[in-house]
Every structure is written in structure tokens, then in C-alpha cells.
């Protein structure tokens, strides 16, 4: 499975952005796809994961409330939709998706394959 991530840039602290990751291939309905991100100096963390099977979505503390995690019909797409952005988020965001399902939805090194990453800078 080969994922492209876009949508990144940079935003002022408030604002809105959304990511798009595109798979070439639809998964399989034990599959998973979600977003990590790493911040300079900082190792990889978790962000969010829409689990295909119930559709059930999983958020990191850090971006609850703020970040939705999506998917379009055809289900080749996922998208990360970011709201009030706050400096913090600043990073390199990663799309990545599983092979099947995963123990745990929140985390990160469950995933198999991983797309490029887009970077996300939210200035003060």
C-alpha cells in the first residue's frame, strides 16, 4: 500500500488546516489508517486513527476536541481536519495504515505502512 499525505503549511495559532492521506488501494475492513506526527527534537506520537471495521475513531489527549479524523465513501482516503491550532502542533505529519487490526488504536508503532510526511508550523 503506497500513502500520499498533503495538506500541510503553515497556519497562525487559531487556525484551520486539513490533511488528506490517499491510499492506492482500499483497505481491508480489519484495516486501519490514522496520523502521527513528530515535532523537532521530539520522538513520533500518536495523533488519530479511524479503525475501518465500526468506523471508530481514536484521538490523542493532546488533539481531542480539536482534530476529527475522516474518511471518504470510497474509503481510499482519510483526512485529518485541524482546528485552533496552537504552536505545539507545529511538526511533520505522517499518514500510515495497518495490515490488519491493531491491539491498541492509539498505538503508533502498530502501523505497517507509512506515507511521506507533510509538515504542519503554526505560528504565535
Known amino acids: 500500500v503506497q500513502l500520499q499525505a498533503s495538506g500541510g503549511g503553515l497556519v497562525q495559532t487559531g487556525g484551520s488546516l486539513r490533511l488528506s492521506c490517499a491510499a492506492s488501494r482500499r483497505p481491508f475492513s480489519s484495516n486501519a489508517m490514522g496520523w502521527s506526527r513528530q515535532a523537532p527534537g521530539k520522538e513520533r506520537e500518536f495523533v488519530a486513527t479511524?479503525?475501518?471495521?465500526?468506523?471508530?475513531?481514536y484521538y490523542a489527549d493532546s488533539v481531542k476536541g480539536r482534530f476529527t479524523i475522516s474518511k471518504d465513501a470510497a474509503k481510499t482516503t482519510v483526512y485529518l481536519q485541524m482546528n485552533s491550532l496552537k504552536p505545539d502542533d507545529t511538526a511533520v505529519y505522517y499518514c500510515a495504515s495497518t495490515k490488519g487490526p491493531m491491539s491498541s488504536y492509539r498505538d503508533a508503532n502498530q502501523y505497517n505502512y507509512w506515507g511521506q510526511g507533510t509538515l504542519v508550523t503554526v505560528s504565535s
Open positions: 479511524f479503525a475501518w471495521r465500526g468506523g471508530y475513531t
